[in-house]
């Protein structure tokens, strides 16, 4: 299991504001199975969002090619006008499993709100 500090982000774009989180790197996305091209599904469930690898997924992981070596850094771009219990300026945690990523706000800012 590995983990990253992430942040949930405003973003404009043609028709309106809308939300980002935006993950990118080969060790922990590797880690999880999320190479550059491969299909995934997205939920949003309890408070989290779920990334589960399948080869039928509605998604794709995106990625940037080094121009010297011709390796493929992945890249995890979710936007959408709305994430579900997620506002700008969160505070996130990404936790790595095999061909699971789990997205979630800090505990800190949980008690925080409370």
């Known amino acids: 299991?590995?983990?990253?500090?992430l942040k949930v982000r405003k973003t404009n774009r043609k028709g309106g504001h809308y939300l980002r989180v935006w993950l990118e790197?080969?060790?922990r996305l590797h880690h999880a199975g999320f190479f550059h091209s491969v299909r995934y599904d997205r939920e949003i469930s309890d408070g989290a969002?779920?990334?589960?690898v399948n080869?039928?997924?509605?998604?794709?992981?995106?990625?940037?090619?080094?121009?010297?070596?011709?390796?493929?850094?992945?890249?995890?771009?979710?936007s959408a006008k709305d994430l579900p219990g997620f506002?700008?300026?969160?505070d996130l945690t990404a936790t790595f499993y095999a061909g699971v990523m789990r997205i979630h706000i800090h505990k800190e800012d949980l008690q925080q709100a409370a």
């Open 25 to 27: 790197g080969e060790e």
């Open 1 to 5: 299991m590995k983990q990253q500090q």
């Open 49 to 52: 969002i779920y990334l589960r």
């Open 87 to 90: 506002q700008a300026g969160d």
């Open 55 to 78: 080869p039928e997924g509605r998604y794709k992981v995106a990625g940037k090619q080094n121009k010297k070596t011709g390796q493929w850094r992945p890249i995890i771009d979710i």
